[in-house]
Each structure stands twice: as C-alpha cells, then as structure tokens.
C-alpha cells in the first residue's frame, strides 16, 4: 500500500507566490530610477554651449583689443597703476597732494596715446656688403627705406639689432614713393655670426610709455670669419706626400718601389726587371708599397680646460682655419672635428662660416683620446693627424691621442700658449709646436 504526501505539492505551491510576488517589486523598482537618469545632461550640454559662445566671443573682442594692451610698455603700466593708486587713495583720504600727482600721472599716459596711432606702408631693405669678412675688416651695411602708400607719412623711427647692440635711426617725413638711405657700420673685432634685423618701426612718445613696433624685415647674418696666415704649398712638410702617403701593405703596381721577386703566371710583363732578370737568368718582377692618397685631419677641442684665456681659443681656431684652408687648395682631403661634429670642408667658404659659429663649452668626455675616439669613428683614415689646442694640452695626452692611429701616421700636436715661446720638438713620433702667435704658425710647420 503506497502512501502519498502533499508536502512537493505544497512546497510548489509556496514558492510559486514567491517568485510571482518578486516579479512587481522588480517592475516597480525599474520605473523609479528612470526619471532620475540624465536629469543634469541638459546643464551640462547648457554650461558647454555657453563655455565654447564665450570662449569665440571673447577670442573676437581680445583679437581687436588685445593689440592696444601689447603697446604699453612696463613704464606705461606702472605709470598708469600709480595714477589709479594715486587718486583712490587721495580721493578717500581727501589728500589732495596726491590726487594732483595721481592726475598728472593719468595726464601723461592719456598724452601719449596720440604718438602711438597711426598707420604707415613702408618698403624696407638691409643690405650688407660683404656678408663675409675677416676678423679686422670692415663691414659696411645699408637701410633703405621708401614709402609704399598713397599718402605723405609722418617722421618715425626705425631700429634693427645688430649682433648685441641696437642700431637706431630717424626716418623723416617722406611723400608717397619717396626713398631715404641710411648707411652704418659693423664692428668686426671678434670672430663671430652677428645677426642683422629685424628693422622696426617705432611709434611711441618719448618717456616711452607707449611703444608700438612694426616689423619690415627678417634676418640677415654677418659671417665674421677668423683670421688665418698663408702656409707654403704642401704645408711645408707638414703634409709630406701630396701624391698619396706610403703604407706597408705590398702590392703588384704602384708607385714606390719596394723589390724584387721571382716571376709567376699572371703577373704584368710591365714590371718585369730585365737587366735582373738576364743576369739571374730567372725572370722577375717589381713588388711596391702601396700608396694611400693624403688625407688630413685636425682634430680640435672645444673644451675650456684646454685654454688659458679667451686669446688662446681663438689662436687655435685661426689655426685649424690656415692649416684647412691650405689642404684645401692643395686639393687634399681634410676632416675638422670637434664636439659640434664633423666642419664640412666641400668649399672653402662653407668650413669658414662654420668655424665663425665655434664657442667653447664643457667638456663631454673624459679625456681628449676619448674625445678623438668617438669624434674620429667614422672618418676616412688619415695620413696626417694635427691636434689643436690651448696650454692645457699636454704631451702625455698627444702620446694617448697618437696610440689610437697606425704607425705610418704622422701626428702633429699645435699648442697655443700666449705665455711661452716658439718651440718645436720631437717625442715618440709627435711632433709637438708651440706658438705664442698666429704669424709664428709658418715658421713652425716649415721648420
């Protein structure tokens, strides 16, 4: 006999209400939080609009009074905020002292504003000629200005700055078309690229309160090349084998002998050696070294420790600039390295300029060798090596510098000193020069 239970039945039929009474909470709880989702996105979109309405107006207002701020010049600002201290003050205080001192100050910036308006078309040039010379020469330049517009212009002026300085000119009232030339000169007593421009006119009153200034011109640049002393051909053999320097590797044809050996198959009948050969009986043929074609590099620190003074610097930048501009005409390859990389030396011209722009600047390696090292790495192999530097190149580093090339390599170390007197001297292989001037340079590679 099977006895049944209603316990399933009435468990079904608890939970069946539960999950029904579950269903309307839910149902209710998704309709309460939907009047509250995106209740500030319209602020929000209302705040943006008007951020980007006044950003585009205020960009328009300050694109038309921005200019008027850019004219007061400091002076004029704290003129002009001692006037308003001035009468705030004295109003309230009723000190009457110093609302007078307050007005005249506000009287003066209002008088001013009339010496800054105006308006003018000018055609402007400056020219300089040459745009290269040496340490020494001079160097002349020329300021042509001509009005451009319809109308006469009233007098202004006219400045440029001129390397450090500022070169200043009155520019007189001129009729339509009319030119007015000025001319000026640049000092030129120091090895340097000076700038030149840009030529402005300027508006203003003459306590300079006010200063409005219009740019003409860009840029042109002097190139105040050092000075450099003639060297003989060749370097006076200093560079001692124009046709190319001899090597120790052996070759069949070139042009230094080296000698004999026995004929094999292949090898050019032109360098056959007859009278040899009959009175040996065997035939044999010319062996020579092998010659590499001359190639100069000087090597050149820009680093302080190497110079006493600023007259020794710039002693051995003439230096490097005679010794490159001499390989150069004889149609010898150089290399001029130093911590600003490699000069390029295609054209006379172009290794000036460059050597104009040479600054001293601490030191970026631990040594000179490691200098040479890195500023050498990737240069052709060099038949002579010249060092330049001040009195603070020492031999012990020639010797260090002088062990990172092969043998059959000449090395050469100038040094500057102002201090001491003509010398040369021979050392494990280098020679060492010291000059105390740049006119003794040829007495010491000739020697």
């Keep these: ?21 579950a269903q309307p909470e839910d149902a209710k709880a998704l309709p309460a939080t939907e009047p509250n989702k995106g209740r ?34 400091r002076l004029g600002w704290t003129v002009l905020a001692l006037a308003v201290l001035c009468l705030a003050v004295g109003l309230f205080c009723g000190w009457i002292e110093l609302v007078a001192v307050g007005g005249i100050l506000l009287i003066a910036f209002l008088a001013a504003i009339p010496f800054a308006l105006g308006r003018a078309s000018y055609e402007v040039e400056i020219e300089l000629n040459p745009r290269r010379v040496t340490v020494g020469d001079r160097a002349l330049g020329r300021l042509m200005v001509r009005n451009a517009g319809d109308e006469r212009v009233l007098p202004t002026r006219m400045e440029f700055p001129v390397g450090l300085g500022r070169a200043e000119f009155g520019i007189p009232s001129l009729e339509p078309g009319e030119p007015h030339e000025e001319l000026f000169a640049v000092p030129t007593s120091r090895r340097a690229v000076i700038p030149a421009g840009p030529a402005m006119s300027i508006r203003g009153d003459e306590l300079s309160l006010l200063r409005r200034t219009v740019k003409w011109t860009g840029v042109i640049e002097l190139f105040v090349h050092p000075r450099r002393v003639h060297l003989a051909q060749g370097a006076a053999g200093l560079l001692r084998d124009l046709e190319g320097v001899v090597s120790n590797k052996i070759t069949d044809a070139d042009l230094a002998f080296h000698a004999l050996r026995p004929y094999e198959p292949g090898d050019d009948r032109r360098y056959i050696h007859w009278r040899t050969s ?20 000087i090597i050149q620190s820009l680093d302080r420790e190497f110079y006493a003074n600023e007259d020794e610097f710039e002693m051995a930048i003439s230096v490097v600039a005679s010794l490159g501009e001499q390989a150069i005409r004889d149609d010898v390859a150089v290399d001029i390295a130093t911590e600003r990389g490699v000069t390029p030396t295609r054209s006379l011209v172009a290794m000036l300029d460059d050597l104009s722009r040479f600054e001293a600047m601490d030191g970026k390696h631990e040594s000179l060798r490691a200098f ?7 240069l052709a192999p060099p038949s002579v090596v010249v060092i330049v530097g001040g009195r603070g190149l020492s031999r012990s580093e020639l010797r260090a510098v002088s062990s990172l090339f092969p043998h059959e ?26 000059i105390p001037r740049l006119d003794d340079l040829p007495k010491a590679v000739a020697a």
Excluded at 49 to 70: L, N, Q
Excluded at 278 to 297: D, P, Y
Aim: proline share 3%; hydrophobic share 40%; aromatic share 8%.
């Design 1 to 21: 006999m099977t006895l049944q239970t209603d316990r399933p039945a009435e468990q079904d039929a608890h939970e069946q209400p539960l999950a029904d009474s």
């Design 40 to 73: 500030f996105d319209g602020v929000r979109a209302f705040l943006r609009d008007a951020r980007t309405w006044f950003g585009a107006v205020w960009g328009r207002i300050w694109k038309v009074i921005g200019p008027a701020f850019t004219v007061v010049t």
């Design 278 to 297: 009959a009175r040996t009986g065997t035939l044999m043929v010319r062996q020579f070294q092998e010659t590499r074609k001359s190639h100069l590099t």
């Design 409 to 434: 390599v000449q090395v050469t170390g100038i040094i500057c000193d102002t201090s001491s007197t003509l010398a040369r001297s021979q050392t494990n292989d280098i020679t060492v020069c010291t």
């Design 372 to 378: 040479t090292l890195n500023a050498t790495r990737r």
